[in-house]
């Protein structure tokens, strides 16, 4: 089939097909302290109670409640870490925040509404100034952080710092993920050289879109494994391409050489290893973007190709918005959408009459009178060959294919990509009380 054939899908009908092509991949053990990033292959239940033991909440005494205020023996100490001892009638016990409550009292009085008296040793008395409200006063309660048998985290859950935290307290040092993807990053093209070059000779060009995707991929914690450049001969791509597989890629990611010059033969190879899903999309910049499938062998284990366009910023927008989400679900994450927020355009933007156009902003949060919400601030000229666009943007405006200009102050819908830097300095939460 040649490129113009292909017939051209919405990016919505892109993802449909490239999410319902593939599966979260197998499941493998990881350490804890290598798990942030990855997605729970299974779900993680608290097999005891948090707290273990009723815990003081407060340096202060053990006590007996209904023994109220007065002046007291102190029994014993009762420090984090050791077992809970016996409290005798009329007594009290030193104790530590995190101590186990000793057998027999029933609250802990902060040190703060005690006085010591004089004594050392089994000598020494304090004062209870001020009574404990009555049982459990100031101690966490067997299980009141977490139950035994709680769900902690479901599978599909992403560890994050927080999860880590969690995994550690339940003791669940060893855990199932699912395997992140191995991608290949091929350029295509007789005009690239090697970043190092400095001297570009007639023609040429550093490559600049390996680079980019090799470094989008490991950003998502994928390992990347460098196929190079591969010279503009269906020889020299097909080697890369069985590279690929020989290297374990899951998933292989070339740039250049799919629209409709005689020297871009990516979709005709992917033709014959495979199935193209897709050859074109109804998208600027990125109108090319392919989608491949190549089966599994005895010997070698499924790959999905993206041949993404050679123009740079094509390329790295193909790949936010139908590479990414194909990583993370691989990843196992069950929603690997790019997320949507609405922002106000600050300036004009001119439509594109035949295609929906992603249009590079910088979003930064607005307070006005009328509300608050994101102000969009173009990245400036968008030709797909101006990477500059992408510098310091960090959303994709989904601006609707029509005639004529899209005026200052619109709200447009955008997806995010990666997070919101250029966001001011948090400001001190207002001390009024907003109930008054
Ligand atoms: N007759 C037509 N020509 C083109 C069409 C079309 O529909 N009909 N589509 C245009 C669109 S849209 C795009 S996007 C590009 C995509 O072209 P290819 O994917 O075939 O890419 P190349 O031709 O190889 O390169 C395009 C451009 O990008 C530069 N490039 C390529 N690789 C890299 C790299 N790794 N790093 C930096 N720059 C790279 C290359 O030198 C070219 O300037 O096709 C249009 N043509
Ligand atoms: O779609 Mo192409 O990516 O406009 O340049």
Known sequence: MTANLYKMLSIAEANQIVLGSISPLEAVDIDLLSATGYVLASDIMAQEPLPPFPASIKDGYAVRSADGAGDFDVEFEQLAGS????????????ITTGAPLPEGADAVVQVENTEALTGTGSQRRVKIAKAAWGPGDDVRAVGSDIKAGEMILPHGSIVGPAEVGLLATVGAAKLKVHRKPVVAVLSTGDELVEPQEQRLGPGQIRDANRYMLASAASSSGCKVVDLGIARDTVEAVEEKFQQAVSRGADVLLTSGGVSMGNKDFIK????????????RVRMKPGKPLTYATIEATSSSKAMIVFGLPGNPVSSIVTYNLVCLPALRKLS???EPGLRRVDAKTQTAIKL????????RVSLSWHRESGGAGFA?????????????????????????????????????????????????????????????
């Open 83 to 94: 077992a809970p001892g016996k409290l005798s009638q009329g007594k009290v016990a030193y």
């Open 268 to 279: 005709a190879i992917l033709e014959r290893q495979g199935k193209v899903h897709f050859g």
């Open 332 to 334: 196992g994450h069950q």
């Open 352 to 359: 594109d009459p035949e295609r929906p156009e992603y249009h």
């Open 376 to 436: 969009a601030a173009s990245t400036g000229g968008q030709i797909s060959s101006r990477l500059l666009s992408m510098r310091s943007a960090n959303a994709l405006l989904e601006l609707p294919s029509a005639q004529g200009v899209l005026p200052a102050g619109s709200v447009v819908s955008a997806l995010l990509m990666g997070d919101l830097g250029g966001m001011p300095i948090p400001e001190d939460i207002p001390m009024t009380d907003p109930l008054q």
